[in-house]
């Protein structure tokens, strides 16, 4: 059966039973395609808007420019369908001057929608072509054989709650005398979005009606309630516009900058031990069999690592590896938060010259990261308490003044227990630069409560530098779990931390777990322990 051919006059009426009416002030969004065989093309469909809203309406159409070359309103071409082009060169059109988001209207409305849209520092915010069509009370989105995808205007709600994945690029145009100049575009969105997941959003709150024109499923959005409803929906979880898709690079990348946006707005560093996921620091990046350490921390919102012994150990015997790691921290914008000194406890407390060489080594190291903590291993529990506090102040002075020393509580270990590891750091209070890395796992692995037990118990609160978000049990359990499954009582701790303002290092260590796929169960647990803490 042979296709049917559109009028203007049978798209003007399709448009009418959508609820399109004269007076209104719509932007379309179109694909010519989609409606059908439609008599006169292009030209026809945009009579057929003009008319359906009539001489005191408004139609507007998107008109973004592509490609390398600066933006020109008069011969750049619009790059988001047949009809956008056809349409820019109107009779009566107007286009606004704008190197990522111009647009086109013809109408009333027009010089309101389009006028003096480059003097403002974002491309889709309030003085936009799209945030001026969400004051208009009689202003309507058209999607003609397009989905949500393509609403422009759903960008408006994303810059209005400052979208923390939202980013800052730069675009050229011309300008009237002829020079090329750079305008800079902040909270600029893009790029994959799931916008089609909002349907449900925007039908809830009745700002959409639903219908063909031609044979194209089209929808009529009332651009005020629109806004209105995917604001809301974004204020409370800025990550509704995202999918879920673990495979969507995009959407995993914006995901991580909502959660180090988040993380960011605590007194303390967020990092991560990166032994846990990697065995050599050329898989840092990318490669080998946990590919990407670096990238699946980054992925959590997470922008400082902690390089415990192996890690440590492999560039102060690898000088190259060290220019090749810190490229890689340079790019994805990663820090060090601690540096191992690479030596064991046996190795460290054996108080020879070669181990003040080898420390001082890596505190030359850790500056060259611009970290202030090295760590030290603690020494085997046969290690008198007086003696490794006397080795604990040679290492210090080792690497001078410019590096605090932290020692962690480790089981079997001479520092334990709160009561031992208060010691070390009671004696050498105000002599030397000495911090601890509180473990919590270690304490409750020991038969202590971390929070009701050793922490009112001791001093060591006054010089915790790092707290490890690690979680674990009494003796005769499990030594490790997720944060919030053990008897570490790892909320309580981090808690009582936060409202001293704590500026150290809450550190994602795992324990006896390794790989990405564990590290994602580790930052998820820990991300629910800060929202109930």
Known sequence: MAESTLTKQDIVNDLRRLGVGPGMTIMVHSALSALGRVEGGAETLIEALIEAVGPEGTVAMPAMPGGSEPFDPETSASTVGTVTN?????????????????????????????EDTLDHPTAIGAESPWGRLSRLPEAHVLLLG?????????????????????????????????????????????????????????????????GKVGNALSRLMHATTTVEAVTDALRKDPASVLCDNPNCDDCVMQRAKIKAHNLAQ??????????????????????????????????????????????????????????????????????VSCLHCGLTGEELFAGD??????????????????????????????????EATAQLRT?????????????????????????????????????????????????????????????????????????????????????YTLPLEGNAEVKEVISIFRCRSFDGSVTLKMGDRRGPEEFERQAAAFRRLLETS
């Open 86 to 114: 056809v349409f820019r060169k109107w009779p009566g059109v107007m286009r606004s001057f704008h190197p990522s988001h111009s647009a086109c209207a013809i109408g009333p409305r027009a010089q309101y929608l389009l």
């Open 146 to 210: 397009v989905d949500q995808d393509r609403s422009t205007l759903l960008h408006h709600p994303e810059e209005l709650v400052r979208a923390p994945y939202l980013s800052t690029i730069e675009r050229n145009y011309r300008a009237e005398d002829g020079s090329v100049q750079t305008k800079t575009l902040e909270l600029f969105p893009g790029p994959h979005r799931d916008f089609i997941g909002l349907e449900p959003i925007i039908l809830a709150s009745g700002a959409m009606r639903v």
């Open 266 to 335: 605590h007194d303390f560093t967020t990092s991560a031990l990166l032994d846990e996921l990697i065995d050599d620091l050329r898989e840092a990046a990318t490669g080998g069999e946990h590919a990407g350490g670096l990238r699946a921390i980054w992925n959590e919102g997470i922008r400082a690592v902690e390089l415990g012994p192996a890690l440590s150990r492999q560039l102060l015997d690898d000088p190259q590896a060290v220019a090749g790691f810190a490229a890689d921290l340079a790019e994805m914008e990663m820090t």
């Open 353 to 386: 010259d070669a181990v003040r060489e080898c420390v001082a080594r890596a505190g030359e190291l850790a500056r060259s990261f611009d970290c202030e903590l090295l760590k030290v291993a603690a020494p085997p529990m046969e290690v008198g308490a007086d």
């Open 395 to 479: 290492v210090c002075e080792a690497v001078g003044d410019a590096l605090t020393v932290v020692f962690e509580n480790t089981p079997g270990s001479a520092w334990d227990s709160g009561e031992a590891c208060d010691r070390p750091l009671h004696a050498l209070a105000g002599e030397q630069n000495v911090g601890f890395a509180l473990n919590p796992a270690h304490f409750a692995n020991v038969g202590e409560r971390p929070f009701l037990g050793t922490y009112r118990a001791t001093k060591l609160k006054r010089h915790t530098r790092i707290i490890y978000a690690t979680d674990g049990c009494f003796p005769g359990r499990p030594h």
